[in-house]
């Protein structure tokens, strides 16, 4: 079976830091990538996605991501974090090798990220 | 726009009872429909999806079951829950490119159930 493997299962912070989340995935063909945050109390929300072109993607609240195919990683970067980035942060992958697998997003375990102010 | 409606919000039932979560979606016809759970530490976790009314694939062999009586609705049940049930139920409903690839998924507020 298909995996989304987030090794930092809890990284924590202070206000101004460097981020770096890592997902890799393990499926050498074409995927969809994505990233999602779950702030607390709140619905799980789409970050930033990756399915062709600049491998360095941008997304909302000054987070980006590169793709790295020889890798196999999607890592989640933001320069400067910001307390109220206190979340949980999940990458998925759709996997394109099956008409089902196509249907369906592989969750990684998710990082727990604390911004101390 | 698109909402996805989830109730109850919170609940506790005992061992052996049984259960019905229930999902809506507004402002999109015949979407595809996902229900996860989510454990702590563990990621989000694919118990079933319907690409229509009655169509029903599941992912992970369990005491769960799921079903779509209407275009956007999707219903998870259990006729006797267990102590491992207990868990954050997601629904979600995704877009599709025009290879059939999914380019979106777009989540419910969730069911936090435990069973005592």
């Known amino acids: 079976a298909q995996s989304v493997s987030q090794h930092n299962h809890h990284v924590i912070l202070s206000e101004a830091a460097s981020l770096e989340l890592g997902c890799n995935y393990s499926y050498g063909g074409t995927v969809n990538l994505f990233w999602y945050v779950q702030y607390p109390g709140q619905h799980l929300q789409l970050l930033l996605k990756y399915f062709s072109g600049d491998p360095l993607v941008k997304g909302i609240k000054g987070f980006e991501a590169e793709f790295i195919k020889s890798k196999f990683s999607f890592n989640l970067r933001k320069p400067s974090v910001q307390w109220s980035d206190t979340a949980e942060y999940f990458c998925a992958v759709n996997y394109l090798i099956s008409s089902g697998s196509a249907r369906q997003l592989t969750f990684g375990s998710g990082t727990q990220l604390t911004v101390l102010p | 726009s698109q909402t996805i409606h989830q109730w109850p919000a919170t609940l506790v039932q005992p061992v052996g009872s049984p259960l019905s979560l229930e999902c809506t979606v507004e402002g999109t016809s015949n979407p595809n429909l996902y229900w996860y759970r989510q454990a702590a530490g563990r990621g989000l976790q694919l118990l079933f999806y319907?690409?229509?009314?009655?169509?029903i694939s599941s992912e992970v062999p369990q005491n769960l079951s799921a079903s779509r009586p209407q275009d956007r609705q999707f219903i998870l049940s259990s006729k006797k829950l267990l102590l491992s049930d207990s868990g954050f139920y997601l629904c979600?409903?995704?877009?599709?490119?025009?290879?059939?690839?999914?380019?979106?998924?777009?989540f419910g507020p969730g069911t936090r159930l435990t069973v005592t």
């Open positions: 979600a409903w995704s877009v599709y490119g025009t290879s059939g690839d999914l380019r979106e998924q777009y």
């Open positions: 319907s690409v229509g009314i009655g169509q």
